[in-house]
């Protein structure tokens, strides 16, 4: 066998390209919700807390499915995070090449039909205890890539179980059938996902989704008990009296009340009494109605943290504030919900993507969606504020505040302010420009304080060496485009035309001087004249 047949069988094995869990129809546990009352409750927790945890996961499978109001409020809390655009942002965005690296994984992942719904089963352990997916790699012919993601699948709850409290997958045969054994994840196979907040509960006791069983086992129950008072005491019923010794008179009021039901009448005698009762539904339906909402009430709060969002009351004079709170609590756990999956894609997904690749580019910063609008409009204000006080973002903390928002931003050109050139030698006197070095006359500067009018004008100067560079020589505005900042700062620190001159000479020692002689000396002219009036 060849070193290459060996190094490719030693790849296989060690990195995974298929899944491992066969997921059929006949694995489902059958439905028990139905069935299910409060010592059959009791039963599935104790079992769930021995570690087998199969017919708890069912259950929670059948309160979902079956309950409007639970799975309702479950898709709010996963909608808040993957309604938002998942995005990729490159830690440096100016350089091409972790951009273009940026871009073709964004490509990879958000274009892979199971992305939503691999996404969404993470997000499940919002209520269960952890949440189980697999994910396997082909070779892959893009350029500079080794192995791609071939597939993401979700490893159903019914699959897990913490036998003796280890965490553990069910074994399954060929046809989808469990073996009675069970083995611990594949770290290159498997990767998990937890967003709850339940750091010192056992995960096999059920997570989050526990506190919620009884609630919804009252409000089915109490459905189920109005329905049945409905049936017994929602229609009037009748009462007949007869002469106990008139039996003929009995049995004509029997059967005339018999019939009542499909004539929708009775035929009696001037001398027999009837008398017609409806029962008070309307009380026991007020309090069954109350019961139903208090059991959902709690439900909401567990799941979306509020209950304004469900349904819709009269809070008073004080219904904005408390909306505003609830709104503020709903808003922290979409945060939370996104800063998690966030770094589960980041550590689970894109780590070992990058360790099969060997790439030593930099991870790129993953997120869902942006920050709320009020901490946008609280960036907008403090830059706002740093710059009138003559502060502005750098570079990186331009790139940080776009990543915030969710947008790309950059700074906003400056026109260049109006340049006066005069010959260094006989002060006041013009000196003549050459033609591509023309001056190009600036928008006024608004009213600013001092301080803030200075950084305004050194920022034009700035932009006015920049014009000057480009309309000169556009060949060697490329060629100082890598030292541009050396240039701005040989310039605009000089003390006198002399030093800014010995400083540029320096600079372009490998230049053309017959390209450069030109330039050089209007830009040493109208630099000067910038130079004072920013100062």
């Given at each position: 066998m060849s070193l290459?047949?060996?190094?490719?069988?030693l790849a296989a094995n060690l990195v995974p390209t298929q899944s491992r869990v066969i997921v059929r129809g006949r694995q489902q546990p059958p439905v028990a919700a139905h069935t299910l009352d409060v010592d059959a409750l009791h039963a599935t927790l104790r079992a769930a807390e021995q570690g087998y945890t199969d017919r708890l996961?069912?259950?929670?499978r059948d309160i979902i499915s079956s309950?409007?109001?639970?799975?309702?409020?479950?898709?709010?809390r996963k909608l808040a995070v993957l309604g938002q655009p998942f995005t990729l942002t490159s830690i440096d965005p100016k350089d091409p090449v972790q951009e273009a690296h940026t871009q073709a994984l964004r490509d990879h992942l958000s274009d892979r039909t199971e992305w939503i719904k691999a996404m969404s089963h993470a997000l499940d352990s919002v209520l269960y205890p952890i949440s189980v997916l697999?994910?396997?790699?082909?070779?892959?012919?893009?350029?500079?890539?080794?192995?791609?993601?071939?597939?993401?699948?979700?490893?159903?709850?019914?699959h897990l179980a913490w036998p003796f409290g280890n965490f553990s997958i069910r074994d399954t045969d060929e046809w989808g059938v469990f073996t009675g054994t069970y083995s611990e994840p594949d770290p290159r196979l498997h990767f998990t996902h937890q967003a709850h907040l339940l750091s010192s509960v056992p995960d096999w006791w059920g997570g989050p989704m526990r506190a919620i069983l009884f609630w919804w086992l009252f409000a089915t129950m109490d459905r189920d008990w109005w329905v049945r008072f409905l049936d017994r005491f929602g229609s009037p019923f009748l009462q007949g009296s007869y002469d106990p010794s008139d039996e003929r008179g009995r049995y004509e009021l029997e059967s005339a009340f018999s019939a009542a039901t499909k004539l929708f009448g009775i035929v009696t005698s001037n001398d027999t009494e009837v008398k017609l009762h409806q029962a008070n539904a309307t009380q026991g339906g007020d309090a069954f109605e109350k019961f139903h909402s208090v059991a959902n009430e709690e439900i909401s709060k567990l799941i979306v943290g509020q209950t304004t969002s469900a349904s819709a009351k009269n809070t008073g004079l004080n219904g904005s504030g408390q909306a505003t709170a609830q709104a503020d609590v709903r808003d922290d756990i979409r945060q939370y919900d996104s800063h998690c999956l966030a770094a589960t894609v980041k550590t689970q997904l894109l780590m070992p993507l990058w360790q099969l690749n060997g790439w030593t580019l930099p991870m790129p910063h993953v997120s869902f969606g942006a920050i709320e609008s009020k901490d946008k409009?609280?960036?907008?204000?403090?830059?706002?504020?740093?710059?009138?006080?003559?502060?502005?973002?750098?570079?990186?903390?331009?790139?940080?505040?776009?990543?915030?928002?969710g947008f790309g931003l950059q700074r906003v050109a400056v026109a260049p302010?109006?340049?006066?050139?005069?010959?260094?030698?006989?002060?006041?006197?013009?000196?003549?420009?050459?033609?591509?070095?023309?001056?190009v006359m600036p928008a006024r500067l608004p009213d600013l304080p001092a301080v803030a009018r200075r950084a305004a004008r050194q920022r034009q100067a700035r932009g006015a060496v920049d014009a000057l560079v480009r309309r000169a020589s556009p060949k060697l505005a490329r060629m100082m485009q890598a030292r541009a900042e050396d240039f701005h700062a040989a310039i605009l620190s000089a003390d006198s035309p002399e030093a800014a001159a010995s400083a540029i000479a320096a600079l372009t020692a490998a230049y053309d001087p017959t390209e450069c002689g030109q330039l050089i000396q209007d830009i040493l002219t109208s630099a000067a004249v910038n130079a004072a009036i920013a100062s």
């Amino acid at each position: 066998m060849s070193l290459k047949t060996s190094l490719m069988s030693l790849a296989a094995n060690l990195v995974p390209t298929q899944s491992r869990v066969i997921v059929r129809g006949r694995q489902q546990p059958p439905v028990a919700a139905h069935t299910l009352d409060v010592d059959a409750l009791h039963a599935t927790l104790r079992a769930a807390e021995q570690g087998y945890t199969d017919r708890l996961f069912a259950l929670y499978r059948d309160i979902i499915s079956s309950h409007a109001h639970t799975q309702a409020e479950f898709s709010k809390r996963k909608l808040a995070v993957l309604g938002q655009p998942f995005t990729l942002t490159s830690i440096d965005p100016k350089d091409p090449v972790q951009e273009a690296h940026t871009q073709a994984l964004r490509d990879h992942l958000s274009d892979r039909t199971e992305w939503i719904k691999a996404m969404s089963h993470a997000l499940d352990s919002v209520l269960y205890p952890i949440s189980v997916l697999e994910r396997w790699y082909a070779p892959s012919d893009k350029p500079g890539w080794r192995y791609e993601i071939a597939g993401i699948e979700p490893v159903p709850h019914i699959h897990l179980a913490w036998p003796f409290g280890n965490f553990s997958i069910r074994d399954t045969d060929e046809w989808g059938v469990f073996t009675g054994t069970y083995s611990e994840p594949d770290p290159r196979l498997h990767f998990t996902h937890q967003a709850h907040l339940l750091s010192s509960v056992p995960d096999w006791w059920g997570g989050p989704m526990r506190a919620i069983l009884f609630w919804w086992l009252f409000a089915t129950m109490d459905r189920d008990w109005w329905v049945r008072f409905l049936d017994r005491f929602g229609s009037p019923f009748l009462q007949g009296s007869y002469d106990p010794s008139d039996e003929r008179g009995r049995y004509e009021l029997e059967s005339a009340f018999s019939a009542a039901t499909k004539l929708f009448g009775i035929v009696t005698s001037n001398d027999t009494e009837v008398k017609l009762h409806q029962a008070n539904a309307t009380q026991g339906g007020d309090a069954f109605e109350k019961f139903h909402s208090v059991a959902n009430e709690e439900i909401s709060k567990l799941i979306v943290g509020q209950t304004t969002s469900a349904s819709a009351k009269n809070t008073g004079l004080n219904g904005s504030g408390q909306a505003t709170a609830q709104a503020d609590v709903r808003d922290d756990i979409r945060q939370y919900d996104s800063h998690c999956l966030a770094a589960t894609v980041k550590t689970q997904l894109l780590m070992p993507l990058w360790q099969l690749n060997g790439w030593t580019l930099p991870m790129p910063h993953v997120s869902f969606g942006a920050i709320e609008s009020k901490d946008k409009a609280l960036d907008g204000q403090l830059i706002s504020s740093l710059f009138t006080a003559g502060i502005e973002l750098s570079d990186e903390g331009l790139n940080e505040v776009s990543r915030n928002v969710g947008f790309g931003l950059q700074r906003v050109a400056v026109a260049p302010p109006p340049i006066m050139p005069v010959n260094p030698g006989i002060p006041g006197q013009p000196v003549a420009l050459s033609a591509a070095a023309a001056p190009v006359m600036p928008a006024r500067l608004p009213d600013l304080p001092a301080v803030a009018r200075r950084a305004a004008r050194q920022r034009q100067a700035r932009g006015a060496v920049d014009a000057l560079v480009r309309r000169a020589s556009p060949k060697l505005a490329r060629m100082m485009q890598a030292r541009a900042e050396d240039f701005h700062a040989a310039i605009l620190s000089a003390d006198s035309p002399e030093a800014a001159a010995s400083a540029i000479a320096a600079l372009t020692a490998a230049y053309d001087p017959t390209e450069c002689g030109q330039l050089i000396q209007d830009i040493l002219t109208s630099a000067a004249v910038n130079a004072a009036i920013a100062s």
